[in-house]
């Protein structure tokens, strides 16, 4: 089926005005386009929970740094329009800088405890920008149910508690990582990655896997987790941050601990930042086929 293309605030919430009052629910899934698996498996879940499923393709300035790839990060609307359709997409909302950010505009959204730490701590600013922009979308879009993944865990926890906070008539759901057959996190800045860096990018999921076998060989101290993680990353990758944390209120977890934890990495390959992350829980599965080698 052909999704159609908006690109205004308004003719869009008219449209999804209409849609609601004739009963059909509406799903969204937010992006910044350069649509992979990862975005797919999140299309195809809120084509699964409603009849109109709104993808957003929007690289948001206001969550880039001044020296990070906001000017080069990918862009390619009909590859993603068409990816998009076929996952399920009905509409594409992909609207110019100056409809989300009106000129004079001088408002911000932040999230004061949950944008703390891991990426919030590397990232200056960067989750007042995402904040700022999914309450935009919440705005334009309207009330429905919202998809996004735990590839960026604190995005998504954060996103959860604004939409509480500020009372947002919105369903926020999380959805799992989508890792490319060697257990790499499918991202788009892995498009950035040269073929060397390709391998030595597959280290985060490699650190990762080794913490689950620690885990499941009875391991439940985070500072020894933190440290076999941290060894295994440095070999190929310029650490950024390795942290256990608690996977709801992504509080610090220092020394042993019983229930889920969340364990977070981050590092650079080469100019590239990249990120992962796993819930150890009881039933945590492997990321890498074959477990660690
Ligand atoms: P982005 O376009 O990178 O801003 O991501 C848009 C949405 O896709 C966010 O909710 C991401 O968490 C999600 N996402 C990105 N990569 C993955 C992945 N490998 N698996 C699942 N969701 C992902």
Redesign the pocket.
């Known amino acids: 089926m052909t999704a159609r293309i908006q690109t205004s605030v308004l003719e869009l919430r008219n449209e999804l005005d209409e849609v609601r009052a004739g009963g059909r629910r509406v799903g969204v899934v ?5 649509l992979h698996e ?2 797919l ?2 299309i195809r879940e809120a084509a699964r929970r409603a009849e109109e499923v709104v993808v957003t393709i929007f690289v948001n300035p206001t969550q880039f740094g001044p020296n990070e790839d906001f000017e080069r990060y990918p862009r390619d609307l009909e590859n993603d329009t068409k990816r998009a359709e076929s996952a399920g997409a009905t509409i594409i909302f992909a609207p110019p800088v100056a409809e989300m950010y009106p000129s004079g505009e001088q408002t911000r959204v932040r999230v004061v405890g949950l944008s703390r730490g891991l990426c919030g701590e590397s990232r200056p600013g960067h989750f007042e920008g995402v904040a700022t922009v999914v309450a935009k979308l919440f705005n334009a879009v309207g009330p429905g149910c919202y998809i ?5 865990f604190q ?2 926890r954060l996103i959860e508690q604004m939409a509480r906070d500020l009372l947002f008539p919105v369903e926020i759901v999380g ?5 490319e057959p060697d257990g790499m ?4 800045r892995n498009a950035y990655l040269k073929p060397g860096e390709r391998l030595r990018a597959l280290t985060l999921a490699r650190s990762l896997q080794h913490a689950i076998e620690a885990y499941r060989s009875g391991v439940r101290d985070s500072g020894r987790l933190v440290d076999g993680v941290s060894a295994e990353l440095a070999k190929d990758v310029r650490v950024d941050y390795v942290e256990i944390r608690d996977p709801s209120s992504l509080d610090p977890i220092v020394g042993e601990f019983s229930g889920p934890v969340l364990l977070a990495v981050a590092g650079y390959v080469g100019s590239t930042r990249l990120i992962d992350n796993v819930v150890l829980c009881s039933t945590v599965a492997d990321i890498l086929p074959g477990g660690a080698q």
């Open positions: 937010p992006t910044m386009g350069a990862g975005h498996s999140l996004f993944g735990q590839k960026d995005q998504w959805m799992p990582i989508v890792r996190a499918l991202s788009s």
